[in-house]
């Protein structure tokens, strides 16, 4: 059976930088306390929201040891292993390992081209290399491969994977994903990447969620998630539909696109709410200014975050 | 408001052919009129289901007399009009009209290169050639181009779409466009065209489905939507992940890929249960035979459909 | 070996209308009698250039009518078949045929996903029904799908392709085609489809090249092709770099993309010297106009054209 | 004007490890050798051929000193920088050049979405902290980016690149990439990345070549780029036409493909030619083996490589 500490919902965190791009440790803590007031279930740190990719070694120890001292075992702490290949990831799994996480999230390798038999070879060389559950993190905009679902399966049932963050946008295969799961006797903890669907993916079955609007909004995923227990679907639903509201923060601005719209949008959000100190974008993207900061003002407060 | 006629199950019609690729009627009514008495709302014929792009002018003006003949006003009929570009379409459409269904159903341009302004004036350009009901069709597995939501939002308004039958698998975008479609006075009725993740786009608040599954299976589509209707979540969830594991008729075969696996599954299983007589396809596609098609008898078994 | 009408230069003919979208048979008279007078090897008419897509049936017809009357039998004509699927592709061949020209020309099956049995038993299908010799087009940016090599290979040495129009855009299958083609014996003419790397594509091993700015430029096109067949590749070099230069018209203007950018530019081009009377664009596309006409008049004017 | 230094046949290293994947110095120092010794104008290392991405920072290190030390001067050392983002790029570039390399080859940022400013933005940033000749690397089969040729134009000419690295399999911007440069002053050296059509390259006017192929045959690369610049482009053509056949040994594998079916095949060969100890790959990536080597074997036979 899966893990029960990793369900619910479990927060991507945004990391706040100081004006001089330095990790802003003040308003990290702030941000944290508040998700974990609020009732989220755990915390997934060195993700694309945490700009893991952005980060040189040095600064994902940073989050890590940051996130780990303040957190203070109140929820469990995923990591983030993300790099290109095999041995990279391991590198930063055994690194996050010694700091006292909780659980790694690693994607398929990228940037060289590969095949399944690969892919499912890379999770259990990460597997034999570490002892901590691992989660697969199927995010095919950043890799540029969908991770196979029957894979997914034989991984679980293996004890190699603790569960999957989806992050695919594929709602038919998530489905499959927690069907297949079921009928295998639920080895994983599958949760959904996803912020405007939540409410479907629940209904499909699944263990929770890694909202990074939660960053935003915890109140209200932890609202949605005890009412999916419940069975109460019509409240699952109102959530959504007032999330899905919020969530337009990331489009409503322009000029900008992908990981600068999303990330930036929340951390403009969190400075508008007093709980980032800045929006600052670590290097090579723009932060949000000007009109894109109004226009996302606006959103905040017809939902009543302002 | 829109349309009432258009909302509920409206499954696309799969076509049944002789062993010499006529057009076999006398399974085309037997097959309808199952769908009809199973109680769905409505039929979409000359979609991807329906092979149109396999299909001869000729054999498109078969099929639509054929359908409006048995179907007899008892539900609506929705016509595709799909081919590449504005004025062969407009042909279609004029067509389709004159041999009697309900409404037209189009998608974007497709095979020359175009963008947002010329996909929006297409729209326009057959709805001013053509008075009956226009739905659009999100299918860019097909097309090439996902449809923008704020561009249907606005052809909604302005009265030229009554609808949208949506298989672009976006979840996501699909939600934006039921909650932009409620926020502009629900002018437009908005189908998912998905088999497996009906339950979760029923939450969302969609008006109906498009099924391809539904010529196999309508009861449990019928059963589904009634459900949602009256906010039965569970059974609606139930009877998805029942539908789901019947869907997996177009995977478990090996071999064949896209038109051929879906919808020569459905014909397979429409043979095998009585309803088709053959389980043709269209030239250049290989019929599904031996083993794939003992694979697909085991899963209508497994699931008391055989 | 291939068949020696269909080398060397073969414009994809642009197709002029009138302001209210008529087929313009003056402006079509003269740009095809400058095309042959400078020494064109052939016409190619019904491709992506002619708006094929955009055409309906009896538009198909008065281009191929109108060109056969006006070609004379002076230089061999190419029709594309272009369609979505076998019998369409079929229909329209049979008719193509029943006009006059010397060739057809079928892209792979498209909309409906398929996989490569069923694009070679397209093309048999093709071939077995009509007596005439058939081009495949590879254009996967319309049809996304590229052929497969050894799938040419063997419908060329089974007489089923008469040759190859390439406009993958893939410089390393081309080689590969022109050199598996001569190890069979050279049963196909294998034609390059762009315009600023026929240089390339010569020194490759080309038959010849199919580029839409023949219609513009095509003294420049029939110099190259010479200089080619002497070895003189300093020549060739040359006059492409002029050509890529004379291409310009297609990227200069904004706001534009696609087929609209690049037989809108061809258009234009052949308008403000004098050959079009207009540049008129089908439905759903818009003609170009203000500065973007200014654009393409000084690369024109920039290169001696006007 | 563009430096002398980076032209001609810059082959990207490929590296022999031992059975147990550690780095093999005698296999590397003899290959390195032994392309010196053909002529060979430059090396690149960590790129995709070196494995970048597969080998941790102390490997990245291990095989820059080692190559470092063994060219000793002879010809310059071009080095990847390849990672996700510009901070962390900045930290491999500074490590390099401390290591003593004579340029440094950057792709645009990848995993994270992104634009055309943050990759301008990012080439300037490395710019700024690294005092070395930079080559842009346009790679988008594993970037999945383009770069922009207006944008390379204007880094060159701003003294941000010295020259572009294109393995973007696009042979018109390729062109047009050669012309801006030769009308900016040529600013940069533009150096093709293929192998099978360097030809056509080189005949629009590119300054060399970054040939994965040249490990296994640099004679016939050396022997091409001296033709190239004598003008003999007879010779130039039949050189390329031999080393395309030789090029077929990353396609007869079966069951294998991209990284693992290129470099696999590589290594292969440096192994039946007695160059590589063996043809050990990185994790997760397969050797080749059995049937596979037998018909890269057969390859090298026919060409007259064993």
Redesign the interface.
């Known amino acids: 059976m899966a893990d029960k500490r990793f369900t619910g919902v479990i927060p991507p965190v945004v990391v706040p930088l100081t004006k001089d791009r330095q990790l802003d440790v003040v308003s990290l803590d702030r941000s944290i306390n508040r998700m974990i007031e609020a009732g989220v279930d755990g915390l997934f740190i060195l993700g694309?929201s945490s700009?893991v990719?952005?980060?040189?070694?040095k600064?994902r120890s940073d989050i890590i040891e940051n996130t780990v001292r303040i957190v203070d075992g109140r929820v469990p702490v995923l990591a983030g292993i993300?790099?290109?290949?095999?041995?990279?990831m391991i590198?930063h799994g055994k690194r996050a390992q010694d700091l006292g996480v909780d659980a790694l999230v690693a994607t398929c390798?990228?940037?060289?081209?590969?095949?399944i038999?690969?892919?499912e070879?890379?999770f259990r060389?990460i597997h034999d290399a570490i002892d901590l559950p691992l989660f697969a993190y199927d995010i095919p905009?950043?890799?540029?491969n969908k991770l196979n679902t029957d894979m997914l399966i034989r991984l679980g049932k293996d004890g190699v994977l603790a569960g999957v963050k989806d992050s695919s946008?594929?709602?038919?295969s998530f489905?499959?994903l927690v069907?297949k799961n079921e009928d295998a006797g639920h080895p994983m903890s599958i949760l959904t990447g996803?912020e405007?669907?939540v409410?479907?993916?629940y209904?499909?079955?699944a263990d929770g969620s890694v909202p990074g609007l939660g960053n935003v909004e915890p109140y209200g995923y932890v609202r949605q998630w005890k009412a999916a227990q419940a069975?109460d679907?019509?409240t699952?639903?109102k959530e959504?539909?007032r999330l899905?509201?919020i969530m337009e923060i990331t489009s409503v601005t322009s000029g900008?696109?992908?990981?600068?719209a999303g990330v930036g949008a929340f951390k403009t959000a969190l400075q508008l709410m007093g709980i980032f100190e800045t929006n600052q974008m670590?290097?090579?993207?723009?932060s949000l200014k000007g009109e894109n900061v109004e226009a996302i003002r606006r959103v905040l407060e017809a939902n009543g975050l302002l």
Chains 1, 2, 3, 4 share one sequence.
């Open positions: 694309s700009e990719v952005f980060s040189t070694d600064r993300i790099d290109t290949e095999t041995e990279r590198e390798p990228f940037y060289a081209l590969q095949g038999d690969e892919i070879w890379s060389c905009v950043c890799v540029h946008g594929d709602d038919i489905r499959y069907l996803h405007v669907v409410d479907g993916a209904l499909s079955g069975g679907w019509e699952v639903k959504q539909d899905a509201r900008v696109a992908g990981f600068g670590p290097r090579p993207v723009h």
